[in-house]
């Protein structure tokens, strides 16, 4: 079963004056929204495309609309950041290497990182990184961005737990479809680019799944090649 959203509207994008807030035009009216990620989005969030918003059913918010999912050309792309871990952590057994697993547990501590998801079988136990990827040229995607220390220092720590009996493994949820492959965005930020080749030459598992995404659900899909 896919995971959704209670209540969706459809809106045409304005602008965006920060990382957290857009002015959507719905129903012929400028709306202030949230926008659920903090990534640059800038290929995607263009005046005039058309756009879905999750209803906040909190009265006390400032604002009563999620900026979610954006189409581009044919394609709906979610950009809800919490999403991805909600996805891989809803279909983990999905993924081969998972298909035993009985126990997850969200936001693990391990070492200066909270990992998010860890999980074991009845022999191993795994560090699981999940990370969204939206950024989309040509039909190939690449993560991450914006430039990201957090996320390297998470690839370092994945790479220490195999000191530790680990399985480690990052997880790269593309929220949508028909796509080539999965590399990282050298340009972006080599830094991570190199920690996550690095990664892959240590034993650290890397995977990319694509998703089906509609206006208000995402269902994880099947995987997409990683090109190192």
Known sequence: MAIGYDKIVRGIFRSR???FIAYVEI???LEKCHVKNTGRCKELLIDGVEVFLAVSDNPNRSTKYDL???RKGNRLINIDSQIPN???AHYLKKIPLFSSV???KREYKYGNSRIDIYAEDSENKYLIEVKGVTL????????PDAPTERGRKHILELIESLKDGYI????FLIPMNDVESFSPNDTTDPEFSDALRLA?????NIFAYDSTVTEDSIEMGGPVPVIL
Do not use: L
């Open 68 to 70: 979610v999912t954006v």
């Open 86 to 88: 909600d996805t891989v």
């Open 27 to 29: 129903d012929g009216i």
């Open 168 to 171: 480690p493994c990052i997880v």
């Open 136 to 143: 989309e040229i040509d039909d190939k995607v690449m993560f």
């Open 102 to 104: 009985t126990y997850i």
């Open 17 to 19: 004056p920060n990382r």
């Open 200 to 204: 892959k030459k240590s034993g650290v």
